[in-house]
T-cell receptor, first 114, second 116 residues
Framework: GAVVSQHPSRVICKSGTSVKIECRSLDFQATTMFWYRQFPKQSLMLMATSNEGSKATYEQGVEKDKFLINHASLTLSTLTVTSAHPEDSSFYIC??????????FGPGTRLTVL | QKEVEQDPGPLSVPEGAIVSLNCTYSNSAFQYFMWYRQYSRKGPELLMYTYSSGNKEDGRFTAQVDKSSKYISLFIRDSQPSDSATYLCAMNPWWAGGTSYGKLTFGQGTILTVHP
């Protein structure tokens, strides 16, 4: 399966700042990547689908102006949390889609907003 | 009613036990079925992937799919403390198309603890 990395693995920031999270597909050309967030003891919540070279598709209730997604190449997608607030603190995970079937996940990024 | 139902547990078993994890689903369009293992503070790791009814075995893990009952299972034989994790079932349709392309629908996850 695809190998996916995320950077940073953990970030702490002050309220009001913006944070960028990178997701890289190391051995697979990913036309589609997905961004999830996960709260403690809960399942994954899909935020958006990122397609290389086009605008991301956001799930209902996810603010696209707050969570900016850029998928400029087949190996890199970025999620920027703009003007982060404490309620944005969460575990953010990206995944690479391998077609209609499965996804391979990155190790996740833990965001803490003070 | 959720599209995918999974008992969140927690489930606690002794080392060496056989573990059975289950999910039911309501959407008959689901054709691809996956089990992921997620350790605390890590991303999910793909364990098993199936696309037809029946059993699929990989080492100590067996995935079972019963499409007629809309029921999937994951069996872990000779469970080990290292199997302690959250197990997520996931599935998607044969073809979703449009904005649903490639999306997975997840169960809630079952927290498993295997104690020595």
């Amino acid at each position: 399966g695809a190998v996916v990395s995320q950077h940073p693995s953990r970030v702490i920031c002050k309220s009001g700042t913006s944070v960028k999270i990178e997701c890289r597909s190391l051995d697979f050309q990913a036309t589609t990547m997905f961004w999830y967030r996960q709260f403690p003891k809960q399942s994954l919540m899909l935020m958006a689908t990122s397609n290389e070279g086009s605008k991301a598709t956001y799930e209902q209730g996810v603010e696209k102006d707050k969570f900016l997604i850029n998928h400029a190449s087949l190996t890199l997608s970025t999620l920027t949390v703009t003007s982060a607030h404490p309620e944005d603190s969460s575990f953010y995970i990206c995944s690479v889609g391998s077609g209609t079937d499965t996804q391979y996940f990155g190790p996740g990024t833990r965001l803490t907003v003070l | 009613q959720k599209e995918v139902e999974q008992d969140p547990g927690p489930l606690s078993v002794p080392e060496g036990a056989i573990v059975s994890l289950n999910c039911t689903y309501s959407n008959s369009a689901f054709q691809y079925f996956m089990w992921y293992r997620q350790y605390s503070r890590k991303g999910p790791e793909l364990l098993m992937y199936t696309y037809s009814s029946g059993n699929k075995e990989d080492g100590r893990f067996t995935a079972q799919v019963d499409k007629s009952s809309k029921y999937i299972s994951l069996f872990i034989r000779d469970s080990q403390p290292s199997d302690s994790a959250t197990y997520l079932c996931a599935m998607n349709p044969w073809w979703a198309g449009g904005t649903s392309y490639g999306k997975l629908t997840f169960g809630q996850g079952t927290i498993l603890t295997v104690h020595p």
